[in-house]
């Protein structure tokens, strides 16, 4: 009986587990929903801004981290907005749908930051 209980609470583990990993994984910004939040970077709300115009969006945002330097978070981010359908375009830069993303990153003692904006292709 024991038996049974133990195998049925691993079971559900062993089903549960890749959701709630995919749970995690699959974070975004709360400006930029579209765009996501890399695991290990925080969002920094206070430095975001949101403009929706009839030319486009235009958002500033920014996210930060104790343990991700540059190359990381570049890295992340050049692999994984492609596959959302972001081209490159240039260093730090990516263009869909008439619009373009740039990434400027910077170090702050301890903290390395990832700002991000998004504006009109012109």
């Not at 994984?25 to 920094?44: A, H, K, Q």
């Not at 104790?66 to 890295?75: C, K, P, Y």
């Not at 959302?84 to 170090?107: F, H, P, Q, V």
């Amino acid at each position: 009986m024991v038996l049974k209980k133990i195998l049925l609470v691993l079971a559900v583990l062993t089903v549960l587990t890749p959701f709630s990993a995919l749970a995690e994984e699959s974070r975004f910004f709360s400006t930029l929903s579209d765009i996501p939040l890399m695991p290990g970077l925080y969002e920094v709300t206070r430095d975001s801004l949101s403009f929706d115009k009839a030319e486009g969006r235009i958002v500033e945002t920014a996210a930060a981290s104790e343990t991700l330097n540059a190359g990381q978070i570049r890295d992340f981010y050049a692999s994984s907005l492609p596959q959302l359908g972001w081209a490159a375009n240039g260093k730090d830069a990516y263009t869909r749908n008439g619009e373009i993303l740039t990434l400027r990153l910077e170090s702050k003692g301890a903290l390395n930051v990832v700002h991000l904006s998004l504006s009109p292709v012109r």
